[in-house]
């Protein structure tokens, strides 16, 4: 998991969490093939008929522990997502762009959602393959990937499982930008003798007499309240 953000507290292991959060990044993105649902299977068929596209595939397969200290078990482990979307078309070409489109969709809505990436500490590679084949008087298009995905994991015997909780989990709340003042106190031009109280920038003050500054003077302030009134 990422070191700068708070793990997630569920008792599951990190493979399991990666491929729930990646079903959940999906399925949150409300995916389609030119107007039609795509439907979002886990672990599924990976041999799918013409009768069940469009379809999106999700898995994960081979992992890799790799230690990251000696003692308590603490490990970097690297697992592979798997990912594989499929569509139908009446060409060739056609097949091809809907694919295509499917499928920046699905790497958009993987590596931009927060109950994904907070998991995640690098996507280390992505290996994809796109196939097209015809089928009677229609063309089957597909792309399956193989996503490394690393995050750290650490077992600790003594350590009492968390409860469970939901997922996707929510994310942080954030408060709303209220406002932002800017102050001004410029190296030059400075006042080489003066003493100002509550400067903007109390730790760069340089101390009288100076021969350069910031000297604890406001060159210039602006308070900026958001959101902005309308204007009339």
């Not at 439907?39 to 595939?57: A, C, E, H, L, Y």
């Not at 650490?154 to 968390?162: H, I, M, N």
């Not at 730790?203 to 007499?209: E, K, N, Q, R, Y």
Request: proline share 10%; net charge negative.
């Amino acid at each position: 998991m990422r070191r700068d953000l708070t793990p997630v507290a569920l008792p599951m292991i990190g493979r399991r969490q990666l491929r729930l959060a990646a079903i959940g990044a999906l399925t949150n993105a409300a995916l389609t093939d030119r107007g039609t649902p795509v439907t979002i299977q886990s672990p599924g068929d990976w041999s799918v008929p013409d009768t069940k596209v469009p379809v999106v595939i999700v898995r994960t397969t081979g992992e890799t522990k790799t230690s990251a200290t000696k003692g308590m078990a603490q490990f970097t482990t690297g697992c592979t997502l798997e990912v594989k979307a499929v569509v139908v078309a009446l060409t060739g070409a056609d097949a091809q762009d809907a694919i295509e489109a499917l499928w920046y969709s699905v790497e958009q809505a993987l590596f931009t959602d927060w109950s994904l990436v907070r998991i995640v500490q690098q996507f280390a590679t992505v290996d994809s393959a796109l196939e097209i084949r015809a089928d009677g008087s229609r063309h089957l298009a597909g792309i399956a990937a193989a996503i490394q995905c690393e995050f750290y994991e650490a077992f600790d015997p003594l350590a009492v499982a968390p409860s469970p909780g939901t997922w996707p989990a929510d994310p942080n709340a954030t408060a709303p930008f209220e406002s932002i003042d800017i102050h001004v106190d410029m190296t030059r031009p400075f006042d080489p003798n003066g003493t100002y109280p509550n400067p903007p920038f109390p730790d760069a003050v340089t101390p009288a007499p100076r021969t350069q500054g910031p000297d604890g003077r406001d060159e210039g302030f602006i308070d900026i309240t958001l959101p902005q009134p309308d204007s009339k």
